[in-house]
């Protein structure tokens, strides 16, 4: 069975200092790795993904994501966080056909 | 190229009353899906079309909701009755073929059952 888990609910920074929102998961198989982001009172805007090839991948708005298989993470992260950056965040994975899982959700708070 | 719009994107219903909601997948998009966030939990999958076709209904959490896709377009999710338990976001996603791409989603739908 496939499952995600976003360790910390709510996460706050200051502007300008390192995001780091955490994601493992948990797969049989390897999977392909999302990190999705919601603004309020909008959809969810995917902001990078990992299918295969090289670890670190690069999404919009500066964040950056790294597979780690070993330890089964795919940790989303930004050098200095901007005010627009206040959003819940989402990590997925989808290991075949269509279905992805989702975890909970991260809620990240910048503050000026 | 329009977005996936979902209508309405609130709605406050009374528990034992009827609601539908409704999706309008990106233009040739043959998949539509489903998905679920009841508050503070994770956004859960509900179900999948290809065209006007159910592909996996497994998420479907009982036979209270009931979604439709005539003619391959645009989809439709009843609840019938709602009870307060299904208060929650419901998300709709398209994409143009399988494979390991990202959905697009919609904006979500806020239901909540009072």
């Known amino acids: 069975a496939q499952s995600v888990t976003q360790l910390g609910s709510h996460v706050s920074v200051s502007e300008g200092a390192l995001v780091l929102l955490r994601c493992n998961y948990s797969?049989?198989?390897?999977?392909?790795l999302f990190w999705y982001v919601q603004y309020p009172n909008q959809g969810l805007q995917l902001l990078l993904k990992y299918t295969t090839g090289a670890t670190l991948v690069k999404g919009i708005n500066g964040f950056e994501a790294e597979f780690k298989k070993s330890e089964t993470s795919f940790h989303l992260t930004k050098p200095s966080a901007h005010m627009s950056d206040a959003a819940e965040y989402f990590c997925a994975v989808r290991v075949s056909g269509n279905q992805f899982y989702f975890g909970t959700g991260t809620s990240l708070t910048v503050i000026p | 190229e329009a977005g996936v719009t979902q209508f309405p994107s609130h709605s406050v219903i009374e528990k034992g009353q009827t609601v539908t909601l409704r999706c309008d997948p990106i233009s040739g998009h043959d998949n539509l899906y489903w998905y679920r966030r009841v508050m503070g939990k994770e956004i859960k999958f509900l179900l999948h079309f290809v065209k006007e076709s159910k592909q996996d209904e497994s998420g479907m959490p009982n036979n209270r909701f009931l979604a439709e896709r005539t003619g391959g377009t645009y989809s439709t999710l009843k609840v019938q009755p709602a009870e307060l338990e299904d208060s929650g976001v419901y998300f709709c996603?398209?994409?143009?073929?399988?494979?390991?791409?990202?959905?697009?989603f919609g904006s979500g739908t806020r239901l909540t059952v009072v």
């Open positions: 797969s049989s198989v390897p999977p392909y």
């Open positions: 996603a398209s994409s143009q073929q399988g494979g390991p791409s990202g959905y697009t």
